[in-house]
């Protein structure tokens, strides 16, 4: 086969390759990293690159203007090479990264009236075992075993090959004064985890973390056992997100060549470099961390487990397993010691995963008598309804606009984001709020949810979405992509060009929130309760930390109801694994809100459609659901 | 440090050392294999190299005769360099190989009444899984789990992590008909050991094997199943000799530097090899071995499975383990399939291991309603007196006499071994028989008991084991090692040197059949019941294969009771393992056995030293104990 040489530009020497090789491929041959957020299915348009001579083959320009590729560009995951090349690869959009590890968050407080010496699982106890001697020679595991027993009343003690051949010498080692740290569960009974002189051990801290995977950001808390404090937390962008940014995008991404391994070293990485910092800033030895409880998506679980997740994304959409047994730190490769415990949460469903059951456990819906939604909204909405008797739930395929994806000025809520938009009823003129005071660099999802309220409210948009073009403003225009209203002027933006949303982009966010709203009508209609009935709407996930409710109900994202039945929960996965991880019987509802939820499968089910349709509206078809909002546009 | 030059005569160069080192270290580096059977101690003098020329120091020349000492002989393990050096080694003797694959010996018989159905703790069943649907999607483990539940009413099956991630494509390879084969044990519930297409599954063998490592042989039976049948054995030298003849030797070895990592490869490999073998001859896929019953003196276990075997050699003689837990073929390294099961019997102690329990289930001594002694003499001899009601049992450090080692001409039952020996009562000349029918190389165990049988019988050796020098006979001569009677003349030996025993050599065998008749003694006393009363005798182990009741009798190795008490049962551990195998009440049965057992430590036992100093004598101080003895002697 021909072969043929691409040069790029940052890159000294020329790359050989034969015919038919990506662009993505030659580039990481050259040792050159394109991030690829939808993981290779040119969908995303983040690795364009220039070429700026030889012939390639473009096998899909649907993210590239005409303009575009007249000025040389492809994209690199979907552009084979066919001869001698010359490619400069534009700079990669750095992803920012915050580390949020100096405030406690309010939602790491303890939970009243708890005692860890009752309620923690894991304990760690001091055996001062006889000496063998010729009158009792019984061998050292039976011995420890026995004491065990004594000491405890649990008859069966679980340890590894490993563990019994370090056994011999640290009981020597320690005179037989041994501290022995276990953990218990209803399911599996005792499990040894860590055996240390005891002396040593008296002063030594136990620690435990709570970990959440998120698609987009993984969270750890460092937590002490032996009071259930949180002693400090970290977060972290999910290193997966270069090879795709939601989760359709990582499992395609798995399920090519050696993706699943590399999928899984970089969210394992991600949660070391955590452990690694929480450790240094603690100074905490990772091997007083004796157990991991984990939480997160499905499709984030099984990327860390090493589970294929294929089977996640295609019809009928199942998961290989939602009750994962309890795995140790070095199976999954967790940094922690090393037969520290590692306890996934269990999931629901391939869109309901241990993040919202841990959801459901942190918002304390099941000891509630009110009528509660509880709303999980990252990259896909998942939703619960459902009181102390019952739950129903459903995941919204509402893909990544509200994080700014699928929208082309969206951006996550970093460094430079328009986060809130207020218009000028007469004037049409924007004012806004830009998260760092910078100059501004695109739109997240907080501030298309207002804009769009703002719009709406002031006319900009109609009922159906359409921008009104006869207002005489010159805000809204004619752009490349079609109709648009430009936010902010270039004079006043990072990158000198104008900041607009086209109507485009309105189509994708109400085709988000609409998703959002059927599913809270489906899971009403599924009990057979009207959704006016909902008491309480408990919001988690780090978008309930930015939303504004009363534009979110506005664009009829939210029903409309009184303010104060709204509660902004924060990151409640990783409070349901801190809660699982510090109480036995936090632990054990978690399995049965698990095993009690309903799930709906939306895809199946044809209210869903009409539901979706009808709301496709702002707010509603049914204006009469949205008296507050109707109220607003008189 | 000084470095200096040390040339072997089989290698072309010089190797360049430290002063101070070891020849065996020396040679190592030179890439010869010298065989340290003592494990470096220098006892065994196995290691002996000639010192042609340069300085080196003899830490020890225990096993020199001055002599030797005068040729330039040194113990490799004991001597260091101390100036440039230059080194013969002679051609080690080989160890012969056997493998004993062809015959099929009767203990391989399945029990009577045996029903696989019924007794086989491994299943394999068919499932045949409802495809998920969109209205039912759940996740492939609970779908097998539920599958799994209805169909055997086990509510637990535990899987590792590896098969979970295998699940899925497997399940939806097969068309969610599938095969799940797995173990079950009262004390572990049931656990997943492999999942195949169904249909092919349906043709395909389940076997197990049985494994008895010896400290000399490893014995493995490649068994069905499904049938219960032995398909084939095959048995093999452990390779772990070269590294110690004993269990001491090999502790200690295992204590120095790697060599817990190398004997743990060796006897591995060992059993590997095995396997490989009769795999290949009975084309048999490895993956379809799915579990591995294992049993072995204490020492082997620990060694096989890489815990550290010092304590057993240490007063107060513990050991770390006697029940282990489950474990899987990749965690042990046997080359089954990876999630195969090895189930190690359990121990009693330090020196009467699983070898023992699965003998004494293996005799059926648990069945018999006679008090009954059961016998198992290989390099160590472990003894049991008991009946269905009570076990006692003891260890006796008889040492290896019996096979050949700690006798000048001694060697192990092979091909040149003199067996038998007779002698004339008038003219003292010898006539004997050697295995394979070959000129003598020197004589083994069995020839050894007859040997001295005869010797005595004819007054060659009287009570106390000294040789009369005053018979005539060229026969009885003074030689280098002292007074001695030589058996075989050089011109009809292999090597062209006289075959003698020496008074030494006597004093040894005394030792070794004095310490086992004490034995006898301490457990019959110790239950307070007399050794006469005993009413059978069961003699396991390779050792029972070839010995001659009678002489053992007169040498006073066995008690004095009419023939048709002594049953000979073969290899009773590795019968015993087998059984365990295939049966899951002999499997508890074991369980019952090794806890019921009372375990007599000989070496803090006064009257084990003053039985031991009664049965110093040919046949016994006491010769009423002997009447058959006494009457052969008028």
């Known amino acids: 086969m021909a072969e043929f040489k691409v040069r790029f530009d940052s890159h000294p020497e020329p790359i050989a390759v034969p015919a038919g090789t990506l662009l993505v491929e030659a580039a990481r041959l050259a040792g050159i990293e394109i991030q690829q957020p939808c993981g290779g299915q040119g969908r995303c348009g983040r690795c364009a690159v220039r070429v700026e001579s030889g012939p390639v083959r473009r096998r899909s320009v649907l993210r590239l203007s005409k303009a575009d590729i007249e000025a040389g560009y492809a994209l690199a995951c979907q552009t084979v090479v066919e001869g001698d090349a010359a490619i400069v690869v534009p700079p990669p959009e750095a992803i920012q990264r915050r580390l949020t590890t100096d405030q406690m968050a309010p939602e790491a407080a303890i939970p009243e009236g708890y005692a860890a010496s009752d309620a923690q699982p894991v304990r760690r106890i001091a055996l001062r075992l006889t000496a063998p001697s010729m009158g009792d020679q019984t061998d050292d595991w039976a011995r420890l075993c026995t004491a065990f027993r004594r000491e405890t009343g649990i008859e069966r003690l679980d340890a590894t090959l490993n563990q019994i051949r370090e056994l011999g010498a640290l009981l020597r080692s320690c005179d037989w004064h041994v501290a022995l740290t276990f953990d218990t569960s209803p399911a599996e009974g005792a499990r040894l985890i860590r055996l240390q002189p005891a002396d040593r051990a008296a002063e030594a801290p136990l620690c435990g973390i709570a970990i959440d995977i998120g698609t987009t950001t993984v969270t750890v808390w460092l937590v002490d056992l032996l009071t259930g404090r949180v002693i400090r937390q970290a977060s972290e962008y999910n290193q997966q997100i270069a090879r795709g940014e939601d989760v359709i995008s990582r499992i395609i991404y798995a399920s090519k060549g050696d993706g699943a391994n590399e999928l899984r070293a970089l969210v394992v990485g991600t949660i070391n470099g955590l452990i690694e910092a929480l450790c240094k800033r603690t100074r905490t030895a990772a091997d007083d961390i004796v157990k991991a409880t984990v939480t997160g998506n499905t499709t984030m679980m099984h990327l860390l487990l090493g589970i294929p997740a294929e089977s996640i994304r295609l019809e009928p959409f199942v998961t290989a397993i939602n009750h994962v047994p309890r795995l140790s730190a070095s199976d999954v490769g967790i940094a922690i010691h090393p037969s520290g415990i590692v306890d996934a949460l269990p999931g629901v469903a391939s869109y309901v995963g241990a993040d919202i059951t841990a959801g459901v456990l942190a918002s304390e819906l099941r000891s509630s008598e009110s009528l509660t939604l509880f709303i999980d909204v990252g990259t896909n909405g998942e939703i619960v309804l459902g009181s102390s008797e019952w739950l129903v739930t459903c995941a919204c395929s509402a893909g990544p606009a509200f994080e700014g994806a699928g929208v082309v000025h969206g951006m996550r809520a970093d460094k430079g984001a328009i986060e809130e938009v207020w218009i000028d009823g007469r004037s049409y003129e924007p004012t ?203």
Chains 1, 2 share one sequence.
């Open 432 to 634: 806004y709020r830009v998260i760092g005071n910078v100059a501004a660099r695109g739109i997240c999802g907080s501030g298309l949810i207002s804009l769009v309220a703002e719009m709406f409210l002031t006319g900009l948009l109609d009922k159906g979405g359409h921008i009104d073009q006869t207002l005489g403003t010159s805000r809204v225009r004619e752009g490349p992509r079609g109709v648009e209203y430009v936010v902010a002027w270039a004079a006043g933006t990072e990158r000198g060009e104008d900041i607009a949303i086209t109507r485009v982009d309105v189509d994708n966010l109400l085709r988000a929130k609409a998703a959002i709203y059927a599913g809270f009508n489906v899971l009403a209609d599924s009990v057979g309760v009207p959704l006016e009935t909902v008491e309480q709407v408990l919001i988690g996930g780090s978008f309930g930390k930015y939303i504004n409710v009363e534009k979110a109900v506005q664009i009829g994202l939210l029903p409309d109801m009184p303010w104060e039945h709204f509660h902004f929960l924060g990151n409640t996965s990783v409070r349901g694994a801190y809660l699982a991880l510090i109480d036995r019987a936090a632990r054990e509802q978690v399995e049965t809100i698990a095993s009690a939820m309903t799930y709906i499968e939306l895809s199946a089910d044809n209210s869903f459609y009409e539901a979706f349709t009808s709301a496709l509206f702002l707010p509603h078809t049914d204006l009469s659901r949205f008296p507050s909002v109707e109220a607003a546009m008189v």
